[in-house]
């Protein structure tokens, strides 16, 4: 009999838990995303369409358009979550044209074999605001997808022309909500008069 308290797992379930758990982060980005969408969103590289799906639940949400370079996963997103503020189409990030009020961009700038292409797309669809999220640690010596380990200081290098409103890490992600052209001070004023 032990005298410490201890938890008896093996190697299968460790490696189905660390599975689920990561398939779950996935959809928790988005889950956290929606709160920042509004109007028309222009969502690069979207997959097979779940992210879209959640977030046009915003009611804020007016259109969600996937846009993805892999024809096998937008057509699942087509035939899976299509609705009527949701849509898919198959171009890549250089190809897409439109105008959208934000870009939601989740998991993708390390992918990018050139990131300056989401400044181009953000210039190009008079894009307002821009919410990213990338790994905050490095990863391309362990993921050969990832062709980068971006940073914030990257990303407001990259997009000069947008200010930092909000930044955060959210588990292994550091998110960052950009908004088009300087901060504005605020001053708000009571006002009232004496009875």
């Not at 988005?30 to 109007?39: E, H, N, P, T, V």
């Not at 969502?43 to 370079?69: E, R």
Request: glycine share 4%; net charge neutral; hydrophobic share 35%.
């Amino acid at each position: 009999m032990s005298l410490i308290e201890r938890i008896n797992i093996n190697k299968n379930t460790v490696d189905k838990l660390e599975s689920e758990i990561l398939f779950q982060r996935h959809i928790e980005r988005y889950a956290l995303a929606r709160k920042y969408l509004y109007g028309q969103v222009c969502d690069v590289a979207c997959g097979v369409g779940y992210g879209a799906y959640l977030c046009a639940k915003n009611p804020d949400v007016t259109k969600i358009s996937g846009f993805d370079a892999d024809k096998d996963a937008v057509v699942h997103a087509q035939e899976h979550f299509t609705t009527n503020r949701t849509q898919f189409e198959c171009k890549a990030v250089e190809s897409i044209e439109g105008k959208f009020d934000i870009l939601m961009s989740l998991e993708t700038i390390e992918h990018l074999k050139d990131p300056r292409e989401l400044v181009s797309l953000a210039k190009r669809c008079q894009v307002n605001e821009i919410l990213l999220s990338f790994p905050n640690k490095k990863t391309t010596h362990y993921n050969k997808w990832h062709l980068w380990d971006i940073t914030s200081h990257d990303i407001k290098a990259l997009f000069k022309e947008y200010y930092v409103l909000d930044e955060f890490d959210f588990y292994d992600s550091k998110f960052m909500h950009l908004v088009k052209g300087r901060p504005q001070a605020k001053i708000l004023v009571k006002s009232w008069s004496a009875s």
